[in-house]
């Protein structure tokens, strides 16, 4: 079969994506460079000004922060369940999968609802605890840090369980069994063998949710008080509240960086796993 | 945690056993005075269970899978140092009569003793044993020497054990100088090689090998074979051997169980097996025969279609009765019209229907003239004086090559 | 079954996996969990667990047109984005698969960025750029920002399902003269059905849920679903959200339980 196919069928097939890839997916992010950079007159004053203003380096340490913990978490949380889904047989697996690629698929606002329900002060969790300890408790769950994280990292679990379990259930079966034959504890094996064959798919989760936590901006718009905005949240509130287009449009070159550096090992080294 | 008293008896009883096979003496009481603690079970055994005549030993065990019977209760006894090479089709079970030896999964009834001690429910690492797998299952993600070093490491041996002793089992599988190699760097043979040695670096009990051939090509399978059989004669220890190929097992084993539907078909030497096959399936299984049914006669004879008589060995059935006999065709000879015929032979007269040249021998199909089919094979001769299709020929065989089989 | 071979130790780590396990699941679980009962609570307060159940809430929602005109906008954008995508990404995601040429690996690239560029930066470029063309706050200005963010899931998804299909077929139809397009459409489409209908489906969910974009493009006419209800979760926690979460969430459970029982029809699917 002719591998360079004639380029009327080339057109043909490709011009639908090609055309919105040209102007719709490629303008946008060359028109906020564009901005961000004052136009043709190009200066990187804005840049300056950006990187020395305290509210910008407030909040991209807090979005460092927020993103490493839930992420590290959420890598914690999503291994236990991958862990247990490789153990269970196919069916058994496959309804769980499911419980788990449900809420994957649930919109963020609605788990933020539930989690202003569930946390909030007046909230079920707050009235649980104050029927059992018959007092009017009250604990801060929402509105901060700690609603900031449970909401991220509820919804990054499901998305580091898929590639952890790709690579738990790629591992050959006859490598537990020889490791147990050869007089190997389950501890050791867990480390020697589940661990570090899982490592893989472990640092592919961990790099793809750390890269769309970056990005985040509902959960932290939510659930989170003003001390726990994140980057997104800077450039909506420069873009929709200060209506300062051109300092939105630095902030977002700089979070686009950011996510790039570390979404392009990701790349790469997926691309080198392949061949 | 382990319950520590079994333990401490374990050890206690492994030091002071004088086992008369193993990874040479030496070595196994080196591999002893070098373990740190007794956390993994190395070869244990029970003195207080008089002395266990077998290194195995399998009562009644069977194995099914919801209604499905892997394994039918079967007896099995294997005895020290021998190598016994479970045979058998695809599905007949050896797989997973090994599997529960090794401990994989429990067997729905019956029990396993392995040093004339119960280990039944004894999970895997607890049980000594060594395995080589078909496919390998080396970790990829170690080298050689670490793969190798596993089973040592887990045990606790110290760095300058662990190194001496990896290096040992490299040598006997020739493998020096590839400690660094990922096993994905390696060849199949190679690979195999590493799942030998680290399965003999421990010096176990019994070594247990599921098809590890069968991913190499036929050159480099008789060449592994010879070195297997090497080892064995080397190390002494009891070998269980898995293959679906008659060849090799014939050639490697001290006995073969034959294996059929998740049942032993039959027990024996190689000798056993080809020459006085018990039954139909194992005289077609293992190598090729010409079966003939008939009813017998008496008097050392059967009748047969045709209403032809033929001289078979002594037969205890009562007249009548069905009989069903096997020749192997090597034995089953070619005769010129001309030729003298002795006395105990059985001839026939036929046609030949076919030959196939081989090579080294030539098998010749005959349709005989009371419509037996019978095969005939022989050392070649060149094409001009090799029978050929359409030729007239006798058959004749005699009755001590004749076998009678089980119903 | 006796056939279990017993080991404390195996078996208590098992234990603790699974007693782990299953608080994750809790944990994911709980918040898609607590909204149902809260729908069908009374329609003044928003308390847990309610106490009279009835459809009040639902009647509001279905009554305001504050609440039913976004929802027809968001599935009028959905219906649009869904089949706009699915036509340009089942035919780029063949030619991907299939074919080698020049320029593949950059438009690859291109295609598959929203995936890592954060929405708030596609959503202020999208802002920027459709200002030029004065099509902000229009229905066409929010249907093109969803193509750009569901067409890399319809690619991946196409691709994925095309790499299952045994491309002998396609020689075959070819050596016996069928040229690319009729084999395309006799050959490749037929089979490709069960991922077609799959893709379909989630790409009309990411279209229906997505947010980010359309906050930034929605005008008063074109407002969404969801970002009707981040206003209100901004404004006042208003109980009629726990009837429009359970909604979302029943459109969220349609299109899993049709992806996975059509993942089943698919024998190729291993
Ligand atoms: N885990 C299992 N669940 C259900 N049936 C099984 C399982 N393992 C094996 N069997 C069945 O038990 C029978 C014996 O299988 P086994 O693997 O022991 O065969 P084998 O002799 O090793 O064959 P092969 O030469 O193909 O390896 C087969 O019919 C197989 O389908
Ligand atoms: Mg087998």
Redesign the pocket.
Known sequence: MNMTSSIRATAIFMSPAALIAIFIVMPPLLYVVYTSVNGLAFSLDLYADVVASKLFRQTLITTFVISGISCFVSLVLGFVVALHLASQPARRRAILLGLVLLPLWTSILVKCFAFMVLLGREGVINSILSWAFDAHIQLPMILNRIGTLIGMINWQVPLVVLPILASLLAIDEAVYRAASIMGAKPARIFWTVTVRLSLPGVLAGLLSIFVMSLGSFMVPALLGGPKDLMLSNLVDYYSRQVLDWPRASTISVILFAISVSFAAPLALWRRSRRI | MMPLPREERTQQVARDDSRPNGLGEDVVSAARSNRRDGSAGLVAKNRSENDPKYAIELKDISKY?GS?A?LHPTKLAVNRGEFLTLL?P???????LLNLIAGGSGPSTGSIFLDGRDITRMPPRERGIGMVFQNYALMPHMTVFENVAYPLRARHFDRSAIRAKVTEALDRVGLRGLEDRKPRQLSGGQQQRVGIARCIVYAPAIIMMD?PLGALDKNLREQMQGEIKRLHKDLGTTFIYVT?DQEEALNMSDRICL?SL?AIAQLGTPDDLYFRPRSRFVAEFIGESNIITGRVEGNGRMLVSGNETFLVPHEKRSTGSELTVMVRPERVRICGSAESVTTGENVLDGEVVGTAFVGGTTRVAIQCANGLHMTAKMMSDRLATRPAAGDQVRVCWSSIDTVTLDS | MTDIIDDPLQRRYRAVGTALAVSVYVFLLSPLVITIPMAFGTANTLTFPPTEFSLDLFRTFFNSPGWVNPLLNSIKIALATTSLSLFAGTLAAYWLVRREFLGRALITGVIMSPLIVPSVISGLGLYLYFSYFRINSSTLSIVLGHIMVVLPFVVVMIMAGMNKLDRNLEFGAELMGAGTIRMFVTVVLPQLVPSLVSAALFAFLSSFDEFILSWFLSGPDTITLPVRMYNALNWEVSPVIAAVSTLMMALSLVVCVAAISLRKATPADG
Request: hydrophobic share 25%; proline share 0%; net charge neutral.
């Open positions: 899978f499905l892997a058998g695809s599905g007949s079970g050896k797989s997973t098809e679906h294996m998740g």
